[in-house]
């Protein structure tokens, strides 16, 4: 099961990974630098950024499937329920797409809002909790990687705050992006150690 759940971490990053570069090189009009990736589902091309969306709650599972087959404890537990969380998040965000830029902040973009806080917050929390679990099972190396990803991401989400405070954003998206360098380097880690397990 260990290596089923791996096989699923590794391919779900890798097509979010994919879509996420498709993405960035199609004339969709958007700034990498300062504009949210959640923006791209405002494009003509926000078919792929759903299905990217989709891809990162497959890789959840998978890295799901990981952490219970190869930890136990409380800490095993709380990461299951935040990696629960990310999964939910993740899999709805992109049926309730951002609002548009300069628009008034409307339900749907309140929900999208509130999905994009739980997705981010529960992989970023899951990555430091389960590195103790990851550790206690005899993964150290894995538990340092979930660690450094976790930091990453922690990076990421400050960055996302200063430049939200600051007049343009024009960093918003870089920081934003670096949320993604993290989670999806944390799937791939979970992913090579479920394959390899």
Do not use: C, K, N
Not at 2 to 31: C, D, K, R
Not at 104 to 127: D, K, M, N, Q, Y
Not at 157 to 183: D, K, P, Q, W
């Amino acid at each position: 099961m260990v290596e089923v759940g791996g096989v699923i971490a590794l391919v779900g990053a890798i097509v979010l990974l994919g879509l996420l570069i498709a993405l960035h090189v199609l004339p969709t009009g958007l700034s990498p630098a300062s504009d949210p990736v959640s923006q791209y589902a405002l494009t003509r091309f926000g078919a792929l950024y759903r299905w990217a969306t989709i891809a990162a709650a497959i890789a959840g599972v998978g890295g799901l499937i990981v952490v219970a087959a190869t930890t136990s404890g409380v800490a095993s537990l709380v990461a299951i329920v935040l990696l629960v969380v990310f999964i939910v998040s993740r899999a709805l965000i992109g049926f309730f797409p951002m609002d548009e830029p300069g628009r008034p902040r409307s339900r749907t973009g309140a929900v999208h809002g509130i999905l994009a806080i739980t997705a981010f917050g529960g992989i970023a929390a899951a990555s430091f909790v389960v590195a103790g679990a990851f550790h206690d099972a005899g993964y150290g190396v894995l538990a340092v990687t979930s660690t450094t990803a976790g930091v990453v991401m922690v990076v990421g989400t400050v960055g996302m705050l200063v430049a939200s405070r600051t007049r343009g954003r024009s960093v918003f998206g870089l920081a934003e992006r670096l949320i993604y360098v993290g989670f999806i380097g944390w799937f791939v880690a979970v992913g090579v150690a479920g394959v390899l397990h």
